[in-house]
T-cell receptor, first 114, second 114 residues
């Protein structure tokens, strides 16, 4: 699986957009970009994933560069409850004989302040 | 739906004791996983299962055994607990199929081995 690089920590003001970058320069053609977050002491929570097109759901937007070597997770209106560790993970999609192994790195600690 | 539940939530063991952690999911998911998370670290995959009656080793399987006798349950066993197994254990499940393999995590089991 391709490795990812994320900033160790970021700050964001409540109500503003939080833009979390992720570098994955060694990503291969069949690998997806997944984002999870982990709020303190809880299990990780799936946010969004994509292959090459930008994606949006009720939680966030995912912007993937055309060369797919980096991506940005956007929380459009951050709240205090969005304070968490955000993990960017790159891996093949599961299915058939494959399985959805997630390799968690250190992630980005996002702190949303009033 | 309850989602993914884990039993127990907390446990203290003495070195050499054994125990079983239970994970249950009510989403009819094919895949199930056991991870451990040490302080300040990302999650590491212990064992996983791609279906009822099947199990496989993950990244850090030593000292653990698993069983998937029923589709909805995934058991993690520690035969002879060691202090190095002090950790938070998370179970997860995901559905089979491309584009549907986001993982859903349980609340975790906090295990201390003295």
């Amino acid at each position: 699986d391709a490795k990812t690089t994320q900033p160790t920590s970021m700050d964001c003001a409540e109500g503003r957009a939080a833009n979390l970058p992720c570098n994955h320069s060694t990503i291969s053609g069949n690998e997806y970009v997944y984002w999870y977050r982990q709020i303190h002491s809880q299990g990780p929570q799936y946010i969004i994933h994509g292959l090459k097109n930008n994606e949006t759901n009720e939680m966030a937007s995912l912007i993937i560069t055309e060369d797919r070597k980096s991506s940005t997770l956007i929380l459009p209106h951050a709240t205090l409850r969005d304070t968490a560790v955000y993990y960017c993970i790159v891996r093949p999609n599961a299915g058939g004989t494959s399985y959805g192994k997630l390799t968690f790195g250190q992630g980005t600690i996002l702190t949303v302040h009033p | 739906n309850a989602g993914v539940t884990q039993t127990p939530k907390f446990r203290v063991l003495k070195t050499g004791q054994s125990m079983t952690l239970l994970c249950a999911q009510d989403m009819n998911h094919e895949y199930m996983y056991w991870y451990r998370q040490d302080p300040g670290m990302g999650l590491r995959l212990i064992h996983y299962s791609v279906g009822e009656g099947t199990t496989a080793k993950g990244e850090v399987p030593d000292g653990y055994n698993v069983s998937r006798l029923k589709k909805q349950n995934f058991l993690l066993g520690l035969e002879s607990a060691a202090p190095s197994q002090t950790s938070v254990y998370f179970c997860a499940s995901s559905p089979l199929g491309a584009g549907k393999d986001e993982q859903y995590f349980g609340p975790g089991t906090r295990l201390t081995v003295t």
